[in-house]
């Protein structure tokens, strides 16, 4: 019997942060599906896809194979046979792939892989949607969020860690953006399931978050 612990929440929540650190003490995998779309986004982007057009989106991504493999514990995202983990983490990558993400076709492709890597796997997994409809048995769910605010607070304080001069009115809005993107879709949507709990991190240190997380991931157990 393998066991998943699904956490979900709008971006900048620290979900990632948080899921590898659970998943480091509960000895089980980290699997990050917002890189699995954001790797069909840079697909998209290299091909010059306009992601407003869902009938090219669609098409074009019947050519891309998006997998993962494991290396030293860490997620690798492959895109047709290429490691692209250093090429997502850009902001033009993530609202690419927040828009395509909208599309059916999109969530299909990449949907049977999730499922996949839960059945065999102990997982965390961290998206939008796990707890409500990738893995509907996870048990427990998180909704991890924050306010929009502290969120743009944090991509801008890393965006300057890694030497660039980004704009924290820009990404407060362009967090907005996407939250309201992610929630209204059709399908799928960023919401919180019926079962799980809510942790807010907006006044919480991530040693905080962790510790409340694994507390309840063991009552659970
Ligand atoms: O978590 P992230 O910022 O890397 O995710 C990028 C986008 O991918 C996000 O804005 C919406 C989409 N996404 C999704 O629709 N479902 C998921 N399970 C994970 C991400």
Redesign the pocket.
């Known amino acids: 019997m393998t066991f998943a612990v699904a956490i ?1 929440g709008p ?2 929540a620290g ?2 942060t948080i899921a590898k650190r659970v998943a480091k003490k509960l000895n089980a995998i980290y699997v ?7 790797a069909m ?1 840079l697909f998209l982007i290299r091909n010059s896809v306009d992601g407003s057009d869902e009938e090219a989106v669609s098409n074009m991504i019947e050519q891309a194979e998006v997998s993962i493999r494991f290396e030293n514990g860490e997620q690798l995202v492959m895109l047709n046979g290429e490691n692209v983990n250093g090429f ?1 983490r850009t902001e033009e990558v ?2 690419m ?2 828009a395509c ?2 599309y059916p076709k999109v ?1 299909m492709k ?1 949907l049977d892989l ?1 499922r996949d890597l839960a059945r065999k796997n102990n997982v965390v997994m ?5 707890g409500t409809h ?1 893995l509907p048995d996870a048990n427990p769910k998180i909704f991890l969020t924050a306010s929009a605010k502290v969120r743009a607070k944090r991509r801008y304080d890393e965006l300057v860690a890694k030497g660039e001069t980004p704009d924290l009115f820009r990404i407060e809005k362009d967090i907005i953006e ?1 939250d309201q ?2 929630m209204y ?1 059709e399908i ?1 949507p ?1 919401k919180q399931a019926e079962d799980a709990i809510l942790v807010d991190s907006s006044a919480l240190t991530i040693e905080e978050v962790e510790e409340k997380i694994v507390a309840l991931v063991r009552e659970t157990m």
């Open positions: 979900d971006a900048g979900k990632s990050d599906t917002g890189a699995m779309y954001r986004a997502i993530g609202n792939a927040s993400s909208v969530r990449l999730q961290d998206g939008r949607d796990i990738v996407r993107r992610d879709r799928a960023l």
